[in-house]
Nanobody, 117 residues
Framework: QVQLLESGGGLVQPGGSLKLSCAAS????????MKWFRQAPGKEREWVAT????????LYTDSVKGRFTIARDNVEKTVALQMNNLKPEDTAVYYC??????????WGQGTQVTVSS
């Protein structure tokens, strides 16, 4: 059974940092492009960042460029999202997403990030 388990969310003040982690099991992790999405209250889920299977290509939505960094460890089967200089508008539930062969897609259950003073 495939499982993506996010962790690392919490409450942080504006300007602070958090590191999210997603641990994968039950899939050939190194064959999957990994993504982070987020969904704020009352808004649609939006894409945040992507990392390819061999850690060569990283893409970010404009609003997080220069502040967020995505990274993966194919041995540990994890993908992380380092978030720096957090802003209130970054408040959302953050989801890990795996996209693999045959357009297979898996989602994690999400972790809450709240940026507030």
């Amino acid at each position: 059974q495939v499982q993506l388990l996010e962790s690392g969310g919490g409450l942080v003040q504006p300007g602070g940092s958090l590191k999210l982690s997603c641990a994968a099991s039950g899939l050939a992790f190194s064959s999957y492009t990994m993504k982070w999405f987020r969904q704020a209250p009352g808004k649609e889920r939006e894409w945040v960042a992507t990392i390819d299977t061999i850690d060569r290509m990283k893409l970010y939505t404009d609003s997080v460029k220069g502040r967020f960094t995505i990274a993966r460890d194919n041995v540990e089967k994890t993908v992380a999202l380092q978030m720096n200089n957090l802003k209130p508008e970054d408040t959302a539930v953050y989801y890990c997403n795996a996209r693999g062969p045959g357009a297979t897609i898996y989602w994690g259950q999400g972790t809450q990030v709240t940026v507030s003073s």
